[in-house]
């Protein structure tokens, strides 16, 4: 099991704003990044740092956290913005390990 | 603009041992400042970290998997491999490379090769 959870799946409205939740209690101590995966494709890193977006990434992805939950934060969602979304951290250990939460399935109406 | 391509053999026998490379280019292999990572994702489940060595050699794995994996660098051709034995049908996935930053405030894997399908079967 993942000591990250994340919602199997959540959907928005096209152009309305979606939060995509992450939790876990190594969330308090370190980042999370976050990644998108369309279907056959490999994951993209679209948030990392505090709030920090990687070349090429869209203004209207963010990232905050707060307390043991980190969010993802679409605003004015695409079409093109339906996909997974993965987040990632240390474990609680805070030693070399990495984690991946389960997983959000993104679906644009 | 680097790139990372994975090889290796997508077939596999239960028991064996599971070998794929990732060759690095378009930029620097040998920057302290990077590590060089294997992540995996079974056929419509999530992802998971292999582990992942500095271009020293010095190596983490995943506790899950730490008996089995040993991942190492070919500094002369740029390159960081992938090795897992007594693999099972567990082990079928498509197996991704990846470079990951370490730093405190960037901790994340920034780029990814495109994923290489691993079948474990007789």
């Known amino acids: 099991s993942s000591e990250l959870t994340q919602d199997p799946a959540v959907s928005v409205a096209l152009g309305q704003t979606v939060r995509i939740t992450c939790q876990g209690d190594?969330?308090?101590?370190?980042?999370v990044s976050w990644y998108q995966q369309k279907p056959g494709q490999a994951p993209v890193l679209v948030i990392y740092?505090?709030?920090n977006r990687p070349s090429g990434i869209p203004d209207r992805f963010s990232g905050s956290s707060s307390g043991n939950t980190a969010s993802l934060t679409i605003s004015g969602a695409q079409a093109e913005d339906e996909a997974d979304y993965y987040c990632?951290?240390?474990?609680?250990?805070?030693?070399?390990?990495?984690?991946f939460g389960g997983g959000t399935k993104l679906t644009v109406l | 603009q680097l790139q990372l391509q994975e090889s290796g053999s997508g077939l596999v026998k239960p028991s064996q041992t599971l070998s794929l490379t990732c060759a690095v280019s378009?930029?620097?292999?040998?920057?302290?400042?990077?590590?060089w990572s294997w992540i995996r994702q079974p056929p419509g489940k999530g992802l998971e970290l292999i582990g992942y060595?500095?271009?020293?050699?010095?190596?983490y794995y995943n506790p899950s998997l730490k008996s089995r994996v040993s991942i190492s660098v070919d500094k002369s051709k740029s390159q960081f491999s992938l090795n897992l034995s007594s693999v099972t049908a567990a082990d079928t996935a498509v197996y991704y490379c990846?470079?990951?930053?370490?730093?405190?405030?960037?901790?994340?894997?920034?780029?990814w090769g495109r994923g290489t399908m691993v079948t474990v079967s007789s």
């Open positions: 990846a470079r990951y930053n370490p730093g405190l405030t960037e901790d994340s894997f920034d780029i």
């Open positions: 378009g930029g620097s292999f040998s920057s302290g400042s990077y590590c």
């Open positions: 060595t500095y271009y020293s050699g010095t190596a």
């Open positions: 190594s969330l308090r101590s370190y980042y």
């Open positions: 740092g505090e709030n």
């Open positions: 990632n951290s240390r474990d609680s250990s805070g030693n070399h390990h990495l984690v």
